[in-house]
C-alpha cells in the first residue's frame, strides 16, 4: 500500500472521529432560550421594595378546549406562559382558592382578573427547537373580577419586550 | 500466474481477496509479473460513464428521498482521472419541530488518484480523490413548531408553506473508493465522501437543513459524509 494511501486512511479517520463527535439535531437542549414565560414578581402594596408572597394562591386560565387550567402557586415570583396564537392572554389571579365560598369562618377566594395584551414576533431557533414567539409592547388591564374586591393594588410592567425569562417583566403590589 | 491473468472473474476475486490483505499481497504479486514478462502491453485511455445506484435504491426505499448522478471520468495520465458528478436531489428532512424539504441539483468535478499497483492488463482503481462541489437549491418549509417549555396551551403547530428559493452552496470533498471491473468494461465502484462546506447562502431568519449533492447539515458543524455505488461502463479511447 502506498505511503499516499496510508495518509488517507488516516485522514479519513480522524475526520470520521470528528463529524461523530457533533450534536444531534433533533433533540432541543433545555438551556436553549424559546418561548419565554411571563415572569411575575409579587411585592407588598405597603412596603413596595419587600416581596410578599400571595396566600393559598392560584392561577386560573380558560384553554382551547373550554376546559379550565388552575394552577396553585406557592411562592412570590411565579413564571406563567402566554398565548403564542393570540394577542391576548386572560389569567384569574385567586386568593384563598381552597377556602369554601359559603363559609363565613374563612376568607371567601378573591378572583382578580389580570388581561395581558401584546404583539407577537416568530423567531427561527435551530434545527432541533424550530420556532419560538417572541413578545413586545407588552400592556395590561386589571379588573376587580365577579367578586368585584379587588385585592391587586397595582401592576407595573418593567419589561415591555419578552425576550427572555431571566428576570421579572412584571410586579405586582398587594 | 499467467494462467490467472487470463481469468477475468479470476483476475476481479484476486483483487478483493488482495484489499484484505492490503500491501504484502500487492508487492508480492507485482514482483512476480515484473520478472515474467517483458513484452510491453499498453494501457488502455478513455472515458467510464455511469450511475451512482445508492440513490435510485435509496429513492425507492425512503419516501422522503428522491435522487439520481450520473458519474464519470477520464483518464489523463496514468494514474491521474479527471472525475465528475452530476445530479438532482429532493430530500425531505422530518425533525420533530420542523419538517423541511430540500430540492436542487449540484455538479462536482476533481482529480482521482489511483493508488493501486495493477496486474498487468487489469484497470481496477483504489483512487483517493478531491473534488470541488456546487449546489443549486431550495427549501420548502412544510411545517414547524412553535417550541414553548410549558404546554399549557397546546401544541402550535403552523403549517403554512414558506419557500426559500435561489440557495446556494460550494464544498471541498475528499473520496476514497475503488472500482473493480466486473465484465469487459463495466465496472463496480464503492465511496465515501467527507466534505466541508466553503460558502452557503445566508437564509433569512432560517437554515439550511440539506444540501443536495453535499447532504445533511449540522448546526454549529462544517462537516459533512456521504458514500456512492456506482456502476459504470468504460469506453476505450486510445492506447499508450
Known sequence: ?174 | MKLHLQNKPMRTYVFFISLLILGTSISFGQEQIDQDTTAVVKERYGLRVGLDLAKPVRSLLDKNYQGFEIVGDFRLRERYYLAAELGNEKRTTDLPNVNVTSNGSYIKAGLNYNAYNNWLGMNNLIYVGGRAGFSSFKETLNSYTIYTTNDLFGDDTRTDSREFSGLSATWLELQLGLQAEVFNNVFIGINVQLKSRITESAVDDFGLFYIPGYGKTTDGSKFGAGYGYTLTYFIPLFKK
Not at chain 1, 9 to 33: F, N, W
Not at chain 1, 146 to 163: K, Y
Open chain 1, 1 to 174: 500500500m502506498s505511503i499516499r494511501l496510508k495518509i488517507a486512511i488516516l485522514l479519513l479517520a480522524t475526520i470520521m472521529v470528528g463529524i461523530s463527535g457533533c450534536e444531534r439535531d433533533d433533540i432541543c437542549a433545555a438551556a436553549t432560550p424559546t418561548t419565554p414565560l411571563l415572569i411575575i414578581r409579587f411585592y407588598d402594596a405597603d412596603e413596595p421594595s419587600e416581596f410578599k408572597e400571595p396566600i393559598d394562591f392560584a392561577v386560573s386560565t380558560a384553554l382551547e378546549d373550554g376546559t379550565i387550567d388552575t394552577t396553585a402557586y406557592a411562592s412570590d415570583s411565579i413564571a406563567i406562559p402566554l398565548r403564542t396564537q393570540l394577542d391576548l392572554t386572560s389569567f384569574n389571579f385567586i386568593l384563598n382558592i381552597s377556602n369554601p365560598v359559603d363559609d363565613p369562618e374563612l376568607t371567601p377566594p378573591n378572583t382578580d382578573v389580570l388581561n395581558i395584551s401584546y404583539t407577537r414576533t416568530e423567531d427561527y431557533i435551530s434545527k432541533a427547537c424550530g420556532f419560538r414567539i417572541t413578545y413586545d409592547m407588552l400592556n395590561r388591564q386589571i379588573l376587580p373580577g365577579d367578586d368585584n374586591d379587588g385585592w391587586i393594588q397595582d401592576v407595573i410592567i418593567d419589561e415591555t419586550s419578552l425576550t427572555e425569562q431571566t428576570n421579572a417583566h412584571i410586579r405586582i403590589f398587594h
